[in-house]
């Protein structure tokens, strides 16, 4: 009674896992990755094991795409900063707004 609903879980977690291995942008990959865990967790209420599918909604679900997504964020900041670093000694002439040129005052 209980198979063709496992058979549609397991087609459904086999679905989001190969989406999370085909995206290509980490963001996107962090949200399908949270996808996967829910439908994870309802494979796993489903084969009756109620506690291991609440312990995956909340890590697999919640805090590990969470963390995916701030990392990404941290990553792509540092990124940007060291892109701004590298462009303002590339061209010495050129002054952010706000900056003063050091040097002898006039």
Do not use: H, N, W, Y
Not at 14 to 33: I, K
Not at 73 to 89: A, F, H, I, L, Y
Request: include cysteine; charged fraction near 30%.
């Amino acid at each position: 009674m209980d198979d063709p609903l496992i058979v549609v879980a397991l087609l459904l977690v086999a679905a989001c896992a190969t989406a999370a291995v085909a995206v290509r942008d980490p963001e996107r990959q962090a949200l399908v990755l949270a996808v996967l865990g829910t439908t994870l967790a309802v494979l796993f209420t489903v084969l009756q094991a109620p506690d291991v599918g609440l312990s995956q909604l909340a890590v697999g679900s919640a805090l590990t795409p969470l963390l995916l997504l701030l990392s990404v964020r941290k990553v792509r900041r540092r990124e940007r900063k060291q892109g701004e670093r590298k462009e303002s000694e590339r061209k010495p002439g050129k002054r952010k707004q706000g900056e003063r040129k050091e040097g002898k005052v006039r």
